[in-house]
């Protein structure tokens, strides 16, 4: 598709609970942004231009070609742009692990609501809060009412929202991923509507340690390993590293730095829960050499290693994942 | 396959009685892909095979769900009937309605809705499943036999005469086990050796086996027909081919009389080159590397008396281990037992007390080739005892010990109590403090009134404590018959142990791939049907290391395992099981959490061209477990017939979500 025989491509950018790291990882294809505004015109994008809602919604449906949105769903708000672009745009691409799977905004399914509001607004050192007053939808003042989105008791994904199209995973998304993404969507070369606009391998596949056997003793964090050996498997020295659970793409660079992967890349293509995938996979190596004379105690005491589990383990996908929130008691 | 055929058993009234059978027939008609549903009463006899066989053809069915009982069961016999009838056996799912439902469940209605789920649950899996070919492996026709004592030399020579060649591998320097060290057998009282050694002796002849003794079996690769085998010969020191086995070198050794003798338990001293007993096979010296002054310190005298006496110069201080490898196509472990140390009961005095001593070393007592030349004496100042007490069950059936019985120790020390009044005479006094004489076998019942008659005091109680007082020693015992509390006061305790796994049986059963029970016995695949398989595909047990035993049933094991073993060495290939993992390459990243978590070696490693990684199964080797399909973080290790999209589909309809 070139930008003289149709005319330019229409792109939107869009936020919802995010940390705005993925808007600067758009800015960080550096000159290729250029290229990108050779074929496309960006016709919403909160974070750099001064677009209203009510522009959006002034569109005609479908003429948007592409929105790339990042965030998860938290608010009535982020649901209701999600709702809005997903009506306005041909193509909705969940951009970047919040979007795609829930990612840190998600770990907060371990709580609700009121829990959240009570340490955000009422019960923290550093908040003098005598009137206990936390954010309500309306609020009349003698002004009139003023009203905030609803803050929801849980976040999810964008595909548990609206439908979505493709999916680019990371958190941030690697920039190679998004450069491949935008030249498929300029050339007209996307694969089948569902896509993961990753490879298919996990990061090991990135990954230039030196691997072989993983029968792990013991679990250590990474501080407590003196002399990490950067050309050895982390797992193997006991580290617990997401990278054989996760989807690769973004060249193993938490490795190259010699730093355990901690799964933004999601899920591999054939597993549809990555904690659970993980945690599989560590119980079948953990202690595996001796695991007949190993006493009940021994065992847990060798599990009790793994602090914070659902950190480690679900960091990125809590929302998407079978367990997906606390169970809330009416 | 959307042409699914449904095939409902009553089992009789098993499933019939709980399960409503035709409810369930009409509800699977009813299900996407279902072109006729049937029930049967007994789907596994001729007439059901006829009925599935005729609806196979008639319906032209491509998939087939039998509810019945476990696949355990059935599964192989429906898996031939559809075989049968033309269609791919692996087309086939069980859905078990009678352990899984109709004999747990006791509400009609709620059995009947479960066994329709898990119909349904069938249905959804057969729909995916894809027809699958079973590979064809040659067999070796040779046999291992790990341990050389009765089980493992009846296994050998039964294997042998059937025309297979079998290497017997036994870890101490003479083949013949825990019975060559016995005097006499019960219940018949015959001598031990004289019954053994002829059988020594064909194993020493026998042209089809090969013995490896002093040798170690330090790995098996492989899987049923082609099993590779390594073996380490610990070095004797002695020339295996030039020794006579004269023994002249063992009555110069300078050592001589200075260690203890395991083979008499310890109760006579050796020296450091040794014949373990008179009728040792293979009969050839072994010198003892901890032991032997030349070997430790480099100096014997001025130059080793063994070597200086050796008319053969057989004695050869250079050896070394040596590695040997073989193929076979069937094991068979017969590795034995051990006697528990019965220091562990600290109030026996076991260990502290001299004259309290065990059944075995008893034994070595009464026997001519013993350390006393058969001279019955306490320990402690070589003194022909007035009165012997036997304590039965040490550490067995007890709770905080081994919960089982050892099945030997009754019998033992029936059969000890009658060599003893027959060496010592009359005037000896046997007490025997028992908790039930167990004298099940045959013509054992009749030894035992045998014994009863034989002025012999039989108090039912365990002991509370042995006490060593300056006349001897002395037993507390309740005995429950009469109610009354009895201080025994006698000269010789001798303490009958439980029967327990060899020390070694965890490292050896990892070796050998056999899976141990929560006892550390080696496990049978069915206590009442396949006693003698275990759970690994062409390895068998026999003897006491899968649980105790006495003699006639340890060869009895022996020989029924020998002829398991014959029935594969006897067909020249095999069919290997298609349920077995596969790597997708397209998803592998080569982490190698599967190559970790394999018992069987069957996933390799392989480095690619352009240096990435990627894991193959190495099919003739993988047993189907699962375990690296459970461990594979990525998903990129499926199971044939067990993929991740055939299992789900079974557990979405159980969730209810389809």
């Not at chain 2, 087309?91 to 329709?116: F, G, M, Y």
């Not at chain 2, 695949?525 to 003897?543: E, Q, R, S, V, Y």
Request: aromatic residues 8%; proline residues 5%.
């Amino acid at each position: 598709m070139s930008s003289e025989n149709k005319g330019k491509l229409k792109f939107a950018f869009y936020w919802a609970a995010s940390c705005g790291g993925c808007e600067i990882a758009v800015l960080d294809i550096n000159e290729k942004i250029l290229e990108v505004v050779e074929h496309v015109d960006i016709l919403f994008w909160p974070v750099a231009m001064d677009t209203k809602y009510s522009d959006v919604e002034a569109m005609d449906d479908e003429s948007l070609d592409v929105c790339f949105f990042n965030g998860a769903i938290r608010t009535s708000e982020n649901e209701h742009m999600a709702k809005l672009l997903r009506k306005k745009a041909k193509i909705l691409v969940a951009f970047g692990s919040c979007a795609a799977d829930g990612c840190i905004p998600g770990l907060a399914n371990v709580s609700n609501r009121e829990e959240i509001f009570d340490v955000a607004y009422v019960d923290n050192p550093s908040t003098d809060n005598p009137g206990k007053v936390t954010p309500k939808t309306k609020t009349r003042v003698s002004e009139g009412e003023l009203t905030l989105p609803e803050f929801y008791d849980t976040v999810k994904t964008l595909d548990q929202v609206v439908d979505v199209d493709y999916y680019i995973p990371g958190c941030p998304p690697p920039t190679k991923l998004i450069s491949q993404a935008i030249d498929a969507i300029v050339e007209n070369k996307l694969p089948p509507k569902g896509s993961v606009l990753a490879p298919l391998k996990s990061v090991c596949d990135e990954c230039p340690r030196e691997r072989s056997e993983k029968k792990i003793k013991e679990i250590k964090r990474v501080y407590e390993v003196e002399n990490v050996d950067p050309n050895v498997c982390l797992l193997e020295q006991g580290i617990i590293c997401m990278g054989p659970a996760t989807r690769g793409g973004c060249g193993a660079a938490c490795l190259d730095a010699n730093m355990p992967c901690t799964g933004c890349g999601g899920p591999t293509p054939n597993s549809f829960d990555q904690g659970a995938k993980m945690l599989s996979a560590l119980a079948s190596v953990l202690g595996v050499e001796n695991e007949e004379n190993m006493s009940e105690e021994e065992i847990r005491k060798l599990v009790d290693q793994v602090k914070d589990p659902l950190g480690t383990f679900y960091r990125y996908t809590l929302p998407r994942s079978l367990i997906n929130r606390r169970v809330i008691k009416k | 396959m959307d042409r699914i055929g449904v095939f409902v058993c009553h089992c009789g009234v098993n499933i019939a009685a709980t399960v409503d059978v035709d409810e369930v027939v009409d509800f699977a008609g009813k299900l996407d892909g279902v072109v006729v549903s049937k029930s049967y009463k007994y789907m596994c006899s001729d007439n059901g095979a006829n009925l599935i066989k005729e609806s196979i053809k008639k319906f032209k069915l491509d998939g087939v769900v039998v509810a019945s009982c476990s696949p355990q069961m059935h599964e192989h016999t429906f898996r031939r009937v559809v075989e049968e009838a033309g269609l791919n056996p692996f087309v086939l799912e069980i859905a078990n309605i009678r352990e899984q439902c109709s004999w747990v469940h006791p509400d009609r209605k709620e059995a009947t809705e479960k066994a329709k789920l898990l119909v349904k649950g069938a249905v959804a899996k057969v729909r995916l499943l894809e027809p699958l070919v079973r590979e064809k492996v040659k067999v070796t026709p040779k046999a291992l036999v790990v341990g050389g004592g009765i089980a493992g030399i009846q296994a050998s020579l039964d294997l042998s005469e059937k025309g297979f060649h079998v290497y017997l591998v036994e870890k101490e320097p003479s083949i013949g086990g825990r019975m060559a060290q016995l005097d006499k057998t019960f219940p018949t009282l015959d001598c031990a050796s004289c019954i053994l050694t002829p059988k020594m002796m064909d194993v020493k002849n026998h042209p089809n086996i090969e013995l490896f003794a002093y040798s170690e079996v330090v790995s098996v690769d492989g899987s049923i027909g082609n099993y590779r085998v390594k073996v380490v010969r610990k070095p004797r020191y002695v020339d295996f081919d030039k020794c006579t086995g004269c023994g002249d070198c063992v009555n110069v050794c300078r050592m001589k009389g200075k260690v203890p003798d395991e083979f008499n338990m310890n109760l006579g001293k050796r020296g450091a080159v040794y014949i373990p007993f008179p009728q040792a096979i293979p009969l050839k010296a072994t010198i003892d590397p901890e032991q032997c002054l030349f070997l430790r310190y480099g100096k014997c005298g001025r130059s080793p008396a063994c070597q200086d006496v050796c008319e053969a110069e057989a004695i050869d201080f250079t050896q070394r281990e040596e590695l040997v490898e073989f193929e076979v196509g069937v094991i068979v472990v017969a590795t034995g037992y051990d006697l528990l140390d019965p220091s562990a009961l600290y109030e026996y005095g076991y260990s502290r007390y001299k004259d309290v001593i065990t059944t075995l070393e008893l034994e070595r007592l009464i026997s001519s080739s013993g350390p006393t030349g058969g001279e019955i004496v306490c320990p402690s100042d070589q003194r022909k005892p007035g009165s012997v007490t036997f304590v039965l069950c040490v550490g067995s059936r007890d709770e905080t010990v081994c919960t089982w019985c050892c099945r030997v120790g009754c019998m033992t020390a029936l059969k000890q109590a009658y060599l003893l009044r027959e060496h010592l005479g009359d005037d000896v006094e046997i007490n025997i403090c028992y908790t039930d004489i167990r004298s099940f076998g045959k013509r054992y019942e009749e030894f035992y009134r045998r014994i009863r008659g034989v002025k012999t005091n039989f108090f039912r109680g365990r002991p509370s404590e042995v006490k060593e007082k300056k006349d001897g020693l002395t037993i507390d015992v309740f005995d429950t018959m009469t109610n009354k509390l009895f201080e025994i006061k006698t000269d010789l305790v001798v303490l009958v142990p439980a029967v327990v796994p060899r020390n070694d049986s965890s490292d050896l059963g990892k070796i050998l791939h056999v899976s141990r029970g929560a006892d550390g016995f080696f496990l049978e695949a069915h206590p009442k049907l396949k006693p003698m398989d275990t759970f690994t595909d062409g390895i068998f047990i026999a003897g006491c290391c899968q649980g105790p035993k006495d003699i006639q049933d340890s060869v009895a094991q022996a020989s029924g395992a020998a002829s398991r073993a014959a029935n594969i060495l006897s067909k020249e290939e095999l069919e290997a099981e298609p349920l077995i993992a596969f790597v997708d390459e397209d998803f592998c990243s080569g982490c190698a959490t599967c190559v970790s978590v394999c018992s069987f070696n069957a996933i390799e490693l392989m480095k690619k061209e352009d240096n990435k990684y990627v894991a193959r199964v190495v099919e003739a080797l993988c047993k189907g477990c699962g375990s690296c399909v459970a461990a594979c973080p990525s998903g990129a290790m499926q199971q044939k017939g067990f993929k991740d999209d055939q299992i789900l589909a079974v557990v979405d309809v159980l969730g209810g979500e389809a």
